[in-house]
């Protein structure tokens, strides 16, 4: 089977990590790569191996390229996965879709007029540690899942990113940031969320940029640095969940657990692939290590991208899509709506596997 031909678009400190692992792919090849600021794109070509290097708009115009990995920052996200549709081309974009639900909705009906898929990471549930717990769920070893915890407590990335300020603006935050492991791995456990009860805030403004050539210069903090709230579930679950930026002296709460009726998972960071699922039973006092359902490196990002294009060529749904990401940036959406509006916000949208968009309209409910 021929390999499809892909480009990658945004050429920064994520990129290596895709190069690398789409090296190996049996569905996929990169075969040209572009950034705004082309030494970072010639740069990655000579370390990787790639044979062209060109200009969005030349990478765009390109017949022999059939797929872009759009790995911009969260801004550019949506405005060059419409580019790539426009020009005919499938489109597999970083976190988080987009950074507003209008633009969500602009790149899904796009591809659907298209006839063209959109994936979208994080593809870290579709590692072992995710997929292990789902396994459990299903076979009952917790009983009926009636509630979950998720947190990601940390102090931010601007000590060790060399140009963090995006982190900091509408579209970044430990939401948008981070906010896509957790709750697309509570998506893939749970199934889809219905109403979301949050606060928000900038708890520390304070910032400047901690190492690198602008090691010194301050932060201008325009997005929530602290959520905190509620989900519930369709099924009747019910999450709590926090995500930080302000927390500077370190968290022994747990990464991710899920309740049910006759027993509790704990599981790993959700920003990798693998890590232990512990089970602890009812009535027991000990906590059981279950094997994994598959063995799984800590980093396998494309994943997403190779079970894409088998889709494709299968004619099924695929999992890291689009329409999962529109979901999820609903949910995200909606911690800060709910904190502005101090309501409950009720979601719009829902997420099954399996069901593909009607001609025409991206399905979004």
């Not at 988080?96 to 870290?124: Q, S």
């Not at 407590?153 to 603006?169: D, I, L, Q």
Request: hydrophobic fraction near 40%; glycine fraction near 12%.
């Amino acid at each position: 089977m021929t390999k499809m031909k892909a480009g990658i678009i945004g050429c920064g400190n994520i990129s290596g990590i895709y190069f690398t692992n789409l090296k190996n792919s049996p569905w996929v090849e990169v075969i040209a790569c572009a950034d705004l600021v082309m030494d970072y794109a010639e740069a990655k070509a000579k370390e990787y191996g790639i044979p062209g290097v060109c200009t969005v708009e030349e990478m765009l115009a390109r017949p022999d390229i059939d797929l872009i990995i759009n790995l911009t920052i969260p801004a550019s996200h949506a405005s060059v996965d419409v580019a790539a549709l426009e020009a005919g081309k499938h489109v597999y974009s970083e976190k988080p879709l987009a950074i507003t639900l209008e633009e969500g909705r602009e790149v899904l009906n796009k591809a659907d007029l298209k006839g063209l898929r959109v994936g979208c990471a994080p593809d870290t549930f579709l590692g072992s540690g995710v997929q292990t717990a789902k396994a459990a769920i299903e076979s009952g070893l917790i009983g009926r899942p009636i509630a979950a915890t998720a947190f990601m407590m940390g102090s931010g990335p601007e000590a060790w990113h060399h140009n963090p300020e995006f982190f900091y603006a509408p579209g970044g935050g430990p939401m948008l940031d981070m906010g896509p492991y957790y709750l697309s791995a509570l998506v893939e456990l749970l199934g889809p969320a219905s109403r979301v009860s949050a606060s928000a805030g900038i708890q520390i403004p304070d910032r400047s940029i901690g190492s690198g050539p602008l090691q010194g210069r301050p932060i201008t903090v325009q997005t929530p640095t602290h959520l905190a709230g509620t989900l519930d579930f369709e099924n009747g679950a019910i999450a709590t969940m926090i995500t930080s930026f302000d927390i500077f002296g370190g968290s022994s709460l747990p990464w991710l657990e899920i309740y049910g009726t006759q027993g509790t998972l704990s599981l790993g960071d959700p920003n990798y692939f693998n890590g232990e699922v512990k089970l602890r039973k009812q009535g027991s006092d000990e906590w059981k290590t279950l094997d994994p359902v598959f063995e799984c490196g800590q980093n396998e990002r494309g994943l997403g991208i190779n079970d894409m294009i088998e889709s494709i060529h299968s004619n099924k749904d695929h999992r890291a899509s689009g329409r999962l990401a529109y979901h999820v940036l609903e949910i995200m959406q909606s911690f800060q709506q709910s904190s502005l509006e101090g309501r409950h916000i009720v979601l719009q949208s829902t997420y099954h596997y399996g069901k593909l968009p009607a001609p025409q309209q991206a399905d979004l409910g």
